[in-house]
């Protein structure tokens, strides 16, 4: 018999595990998936560890390859197929695992204002909602605003001279 565990929630650059326990004698033949990639795995002890690594694709920047690769890796890992050194076993659970890709900030707009008008610019943001972001003027000695919304488009801020 045959059983997964593990998984978990974890952001890109993070990494998790997902658990196989064996019963039998080994070595076993473990086939497995998450719907979108396909594995096989000969163990030889009856507990095994699976890495599910995301930190190597650690980049400042969004990286179309990586944000694939978190979507391929996302999913409910499953057995497909167990055997032992004698015959096919049974197989139980499931692993969900779920890695999010880094949140992005784009801003545009701006201008030169003078005291007492505002400024509008627009951000755009990528990732899971709800996003926390700190405006600074590059030059300002003042404290960051910080701003929290749920909306991942068009968020109009209206900034005075005092930022």
């Excluded at 930190?55 to 390859?65: C, G, L």
């Excluded at 005291?115 to 899971?128: A, K, S």
Aim: charged letters at 25%.
């Amino acid at each position: 018999m045959g059983r997964i565990s593990g998984g978990g929630e974890v952001c890109q650059g993070e990494d998790t595990e997902i658990r196989f326990d064996m019963e039998g004698t080994g070595p076993w033949l473990v086939e497995f998936t998450n719907g979108q990639l396909n594995y096989s795995l000969t163990l030889q002890d009856k507990t095994h560890r699976f890495r599910i690594e995301t930190s190597r694709w650690h980049y400042a920047t969004p990286h179309p390859e990586v944000v694939r690769r978190c979507e391929e890796l996302t999913g409910s890992y499953s057995i497909t197929r167990v055997s032992d050194a004698h015959c096919e076993g049974v197989v139980s659970g499931s692993a969900q695992v779920t890695i999010h890709p880094l949140p992005t900030a784009r801003i545009e707009g701006g201008g030169l204002i003078c005291e007492g008008e505002e400024m509008r610019f627009e951000i755009t943001l990528t990732g899971t909602p709800s996003w926390t972001l700190e405006l600074l003027k590059a030059e300002s000695t003042n404290a960051p605003l910080s701003v929290t919304t749920d909306r991942p488009v068009r968020n109009n801020l209206a900034l005075n001279k005092s930022l």
